[in-house]
């Protein structure tokens, strides 16, 4: 866990002017020493902080922190919150609270500035540089077994659309099952994680990953295109104003999809589809399917249209990849 000294040091490098680690030292009761050790293990979380000799320490365009006092006046809606500063995984988290049958509130909802072994879907890793995007898990129940929340991810993507959609200038997308794109390039993930009986209650932790500034070094390791929040809006967007509009957006969405499941959402899903009508190529671990992209229906399966016989097949989730076919020339 995060130790509280580093993220005082955090705190105070956080507006983007120069301190010198003397004086750190001095508002923490440590050494100077100690101070640049924890500047170089926070540089190792994604901090660009760097020293210049008889001015101290700057950390590069300063940092706006997640405040939950702030997150809860700007949100309509009144979720348990917790905030972590480093975190390994926001979901690993609420599902060994599940698993240690600690008590939950429905909606309980963990935040983090930095995730060190962030979780995306297929086992793939989630970059969660500290202070620079969203991060966050969220606790749900249902009463009707696992097989009611086969299409929970799909709900989910279109609250997270539709919060995206309230600061961007460009219109976000879905792609099926768990990604959001912008002009092509992925800005968040969702990954839905559950717990419990066939058909008893089921426990639910919905995971949401979403990009408002790359840091550049970061960047370099993602191995797909991507964009992120400032890059598709006029101004710099507030993390804290983002994350009380996404609370809300998630709660309506959960609502809906609690009594109706998709029967009214996969309408808005197929609206928003990245691929829908476009031929595209549907990679699992025993074969290659290439098909026209018909949308989903109310389970949420994926509807490919054969190209030969016109047979439309349905494709449910699990270890599939799904992309823009391409064009041979």
């Not at 025993?286 to 490919?304: E, F, H, N, R, Y």
Request: charged share 20%; hydrophobic share 40%.
């Amino acid at each position: 866990m995060f130790m509280d000294n580093k993220h005082k040091i955090v705190q105070v490098l956080s507006d983007g002017e120069f301190h010198s680690g003397e004086v750190i030292g001095q508002q923490l009761g440590i050494s100077r020493a100690a101070v640049s050790e924890h500047i170089k293990s926070l540089s190792k979380i994604g901090l660009d902080i760097f020293s210049i000799t008889g001015k101290g320490y700057q950390l590069a365009g300063g940092l706006s922190l997640l405040d939950l006092k702030q997150i809860k006046h700007n949100c309509s809606v009144s979720n348990e919150l917790e905030l972590f500063p480093v975190i390994p995984s926001t979901n690993e988290y609420l599902m060994g609270l599940i698993k240690s049958e600690n008590t939950l509130v429905d909606g309980h909802t963990v935040l983090a500035e930095c995730q060190t072994k962030g979780k995306g879907r297929r086992g793939r890793t989630w970059q969660s540089p500290f202070g620079t995007h969203v991060y966050l898990s969220q606790y749900r129940t249902m009463d009707n077994g696992l097989s009611a929340a086969s299409g929970l991810s799909l709900a989910i993507g279109i609250a997270v659309l539709n919060t995206i959609n309230l600061f961007s200038n460009k219109k976000c997308q879905l792609k099926w099952p768990n990604d959001l794109l912008v002009d092509g390039k992925k800005i968040a993930g969702i990954l839905v994680e559950a717990e419990g009986q066939a058909d008893g209650i089921c426990h639910l932790v919905i995971g949401v990953g979403i990009n408002v500034d790359m840091p550049a070094a970061v960047a370099s390791d993602i191995d797909q295109p991507w964009t992120d929040l400032n890059t598709i809006t006029d101004s710099l967007v507030d993390r804290n104003e983002f994350i009380a509009k996404l609370l809300e957006q998630l709660e309506d969405t959960y609502q809906e999809y609690k009594l109706n499941r998709l029967n009214n959402l996969f309408k808005l899903w197929n609206k928003n589809n990245a691929f829908l009508n476009q031929i595209v190529e549907l990679t699992s671990t025993s074969k290659v399917q290439v098909g026209k992209c018909l949308g989903i229906d109310t389970s949420g399966a994926l509807l490919l249209e054969d190209l030969t016989s016109k047979v439309t097949s349905k494709i449910f989730g699990g270890e599939v990849s799904l992309r823009k076919k391409k064009v041979v020339s």
